[in-house]
C-alpha cells in the first residue's frame, strides 16, 4: 500500500520537473512596452509584422507570443 503510494510520488514529482524544464517560463517572459503599436497588436501575425522572431532564441514563427508575452502597464 504505502511502497504503491510512493511510487506514486515520485511520478508526480518527476512529472512536475520535467514540465518545469523547459527555458522558457511563461511568467518570466520579458513585458511587451505599453506602446500605441503593441496596444493594437493582438495577434501572432501582427508580432510578425515587426519582430524577427528566428533571431530570438528558441521562437519559431507559430508560437503564442501572447501566452506569455503580455503588455506591461504602468512601467
Ligand atoms: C508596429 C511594430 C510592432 C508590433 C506589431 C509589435 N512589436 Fe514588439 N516591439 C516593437 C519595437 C519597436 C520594440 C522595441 C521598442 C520599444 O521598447 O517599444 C518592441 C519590443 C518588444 C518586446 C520587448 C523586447 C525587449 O527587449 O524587452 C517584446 C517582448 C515584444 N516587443 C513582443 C511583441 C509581441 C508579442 C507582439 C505581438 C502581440 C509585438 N511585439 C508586436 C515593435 C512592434
Ligand atoms: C513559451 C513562452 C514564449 C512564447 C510563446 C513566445 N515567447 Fe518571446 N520570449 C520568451 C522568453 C522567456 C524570452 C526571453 C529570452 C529567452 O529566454 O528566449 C523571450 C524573448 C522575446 C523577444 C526578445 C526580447 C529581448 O529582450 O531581446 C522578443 C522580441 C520576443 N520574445 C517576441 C516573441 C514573439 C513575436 C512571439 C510569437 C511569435 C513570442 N515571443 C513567443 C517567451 C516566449
Do not use: W
Amino acid at each position: 500500500m504505502y511502497r504503491k503510494l510512493c511510487r506514486l510520488m515520485i511520478g508526480i514529482f518527476a512529472v512536475a520537473v520535467l514540465a518545469g524544464c523547459p527555458s522558457r517560463v511563461e511568467r518570466y517572459s520579458p513585458r511587451i512596452p505599453d506602446s500605441a503599436a503593441h496596444r493594437q497588436a493582438v495577434q501572432q501575425k501582427n508580432c510578425l509584422e515587426c519582430h524577427e522572431v528566428a533571431s530570438v532564441p528558441h521562437h519559431s514563427n507559430n508560437d503564442d507570443c501572447t501566452k506569455c508575452h503580455i503588455i506591461c502597464r504602468g512601467c
